[in-house]
């Protein structure tokens, strides 16, 4: 699983941080930022994902498929 932050889409709503706090943390400007070493499971991470209003957060298989979003 690889995680792709779009802080340019970030409005700061903290439900990622709320699903996957050891994950996801809000930085000084109150966008998300992904923590240096991810210690949430996959199904937290993808519910932090799933939780964002605006789709900020990209969840992609090893295989380099996107599977949140999906298209």
């Keep these: 699983m690889k995680i792709k932050i779009?802080?340019?889409k970030c409005i700061g709503a903290g439900s990622c941080v709320i699903f996957a706090p050891k994950t996801f943390k809000l930085d000084?400007?109150?966008k998300?930022?992904?923590?240096d070493?991810?210690?949430n499971s996959e199904e937290?991470?993808?519910?932090?994902?799933?939780?964002c209003p605006v789709a900020a957060i990209e969840?992609?298989?090893d295989d380099g498929?996107?599977?949140y979003p999906k298209n």
């Design 6 to 8: 779009l802080r340019d």
């Design 28 to 30: 000084k400007e109150g």
């Design 32 to 35: 998300v930022i992904l923590l």
């Design 37 to 39: 070493f991810p210690a």
């Design 44 to 51: 937290e991470i993808m519910q932090g994902a799933q939780s």
């Design 59 to 61: 969840i992609w298989d």
């Design 65 to 67: 498929k996107r599977i």
